[in-house]
């Protein structure tokens, strides 16, 4: 039986194709050197998918001290971003290539 190299990667790593399936995925853009929204409210206690869609033609890194996260996303590219589960609160994140203006912000709440 042949398996497609994917499904051979995912299985020696312990995945299957199905393990992320269930979770909840929220989008953050990144326009003009700007998160796009700023703020993004996501289910407490829950592991959620993070797509970071890079809509510059520059490279921004995702970075978040609070979130033990930091990711280069190239221009007009995107990626995932798992994080979670995490408790009630918020977290800061920016982007380190343009701190200054690419800032912010995921609360964790109760739903």
Not at 24 to 35: A, N, S, V
Not at 63 to 77: A, C, D, P, W
Not at 90 to 100: A, I, L, M, V
């Amino acid at each position: 039986m042949r398996l497609l190299p994917a499904l051979m990667l995912a299985t020696l790593t312990g995945l299957s194709p199905a393990a992320h399936a269930g979770v909840p995925e929220f989008t953050l853009e990144i326009r003009q050197h700007l998160f796009v929204p700023d703020t993004l409210t996501v289910p407490a206690g829950t592991k959620v998918r993070l797509r970071v869609i890079n809509h510059d033609p520059t490279p921004e890194e995702f970075e978040s001290y609070s979130l033990n996260r930091e990711k280069v996303i190239m221009g007009h590219q995107q990626t995932i971003i798992f994080i979670g589960p995490l408790s009630p609160g918020s977290y800061d994140f920016f982007g380190e290539f343009n701190p200054r203006t690419a800032v912010g912000r995921i609360v964790a709440t109760e739903l």
